[in-house]
């Protein structure tokens, strides 16, 4: 079932800043001696810092190739949770120490790593509290102007953080510990992310109906691309039209169902959909889980059919867009050969004009 999370009214009760180096170039750590004083200033300006980032879309979970109990990140929050009174200093440490066995790569950049515990965090309409982990690695120079005792304006400058953008983060909510809390992270796509999600954190994308609406729907758009003939367009085009008006139609999906609908008595496209299907899936480490079926996340497909193309584009400097299903199956496009022009062609019937 897809999850809520709201952060409208997060509050940050503790927070500690460490140093963490690269340890490739054996730059060390700094252990903060302890916690951050909270004014009400600083607190509205590392709120917007922190939180600004998060698009709280995709939910993610910790996990471990042997054992969910084996994931270092998860044990630390595990006993925050459990003691955040005695335990988050202590916690922040680890945790600061464990970045700095995965900051081993000569690209990774130093940094601040800012540890934060939250309150008053919403999921599906529970209050949970929830464990921030920031990392600061860009500097920007600034220029400070000020006024001299002669009322001159002097000019200087300093290197300092870009509040306006996070470089990595992720929020741990108190939720699901059984299978690994739920988790958002940034910066997941970045060529130097990989160690910040797949070594430090260990996180899996929680397969809920945003997850498997989005990955049914990106293999429609690969079956589009790659199972139709070049002259075949005007197929693909109908079959991209017909997946994207399920998504749309539909509250919730059935394999055996959807496939019916797409391909009708045409055993030799179900087949080869299957086929992908499973390649697609071993690919990304996706579990097939379409036999049980689950429900259609309509903001996923929103998004997700802007990536549908419903076009045909002729040498002629024509182009035909073809906006639903309907329009092929009530026989309104037709594709030929004229013998005498040796051309192909689309015959298009309508009513009238718009």
Same mark, same amino acid.
């Given at each position: ?10 509050s ?86 464990h ?13 601040e ?19 921030g ?25 300093e ?25 958002v ?18 996180i899996?994308?929680?397969? +809920?109906?945003?997850?498997?609406? *989005?990955? @049914?729907?990106?293999?429609? %758009? !690969? /079956?589009?691309?790659?199972? $139709? =003939? #070049? ?6 085009? +109908?079959?991209?039209?017909?997946? *994207?008006? @399920?998504?749309?139609?539909? %509250? !919730? /999906?059935?394999?055996?169902? $959807? =496939? #019916? ?20 899936? !071993? ?43 309907q ?28």
């Amino acid at each position: 079932m897809e999850q809520n999370i709201h952060i409208d009214e997060i509050s940050m009760e503790k927070l500690v800043l460490h140093r963490v180096g690269n340890k490739s170039m054996d730059e060390g750590i700094g252990i903060a001696k302890k916690l951050f004083n909270l004014t009400d200033d600083l607190l509205e300006v590392l709120m917007s810092y922190f939180i600004g980032s998060f698009k709280l879309e995709d939910l993610y979970e910790f996990n471990h190739e042997v054992d969910l109990s084996m994931n270092e990140i998860y044990n630390y929050c595990s006993s925050i949770f459990e003691d955040a009174e005695h335990n988050f200093y202590d916690q922040s440490v680890n945790i600061l120490k464990h970045l700095y066995e995965k900051s081993n790569h000569v690209k990774i950049k130093g940094g601040e790593l800012y540890v934060a515990y939250f309150r008053d965090c919403v999921v599906d309409d529970e209050m949970v509290d929830a464990i921030g982990i920031f990392k600061a690695e860009n500097k920007d120079t600034y220029l400070k102007l000020k006024l001299d005792e002669e009322e001159e304006w002097t000019l200087d400058f300093e290197e300092g953080t870009d509040i306006s953008k996070l470089d990595k983060g992720c929020l741990v909510f108190n939720r699901e510990k059984e299978t690994g809390y739920r988790v958002v992270s940034i910066d997941l796509k970045s060529a130097d992310a990989k160690y910040w999600k797949d070594e430090f954190l260990t996180i899996t994308q929680v397969q +809920d109906e945003r997850f498997q609406t *989005k990955a @049914y729907m990106d293999l429609c %758009k !690969e /079956f589009g691309k790659s199972a $139709f =003939k #070049e002259e075949d367009k005007h197929e693909r085009v +109908d079959f991209l039209n017909r997946s *994207k008006d @399920y998504f749309e139609h539909y %509250k !919730e /999906f059935e394999e055996k169902e $959807f =496939k #019916e609908v797409i391909f009708e008595d045409n055993h030799e496209k179900m087949d080869s959909f299957e086929a992908l299907k499973q390649d697609f899936q !071993e690919k990304l480490g996706i579990e097939d889980t379409a036999d049980e079926g689950f429900f259609i996340s309509k903001p996923v497909v929103k998004k997700a059919k802007r990536g549908f193309k419903n076009n045909i584009q002729l040498d002629t400097q024509m182009e035909i867009k073809i906006l639903s299903s309907q329009a092929q199956a009530d026989g309104f496009l037709e594709r030929g050969y004229d013998d005498e022009r040796e051309m192909k062609y689309y015959k298009i019937y309508f009513n009238n004009e718009k």
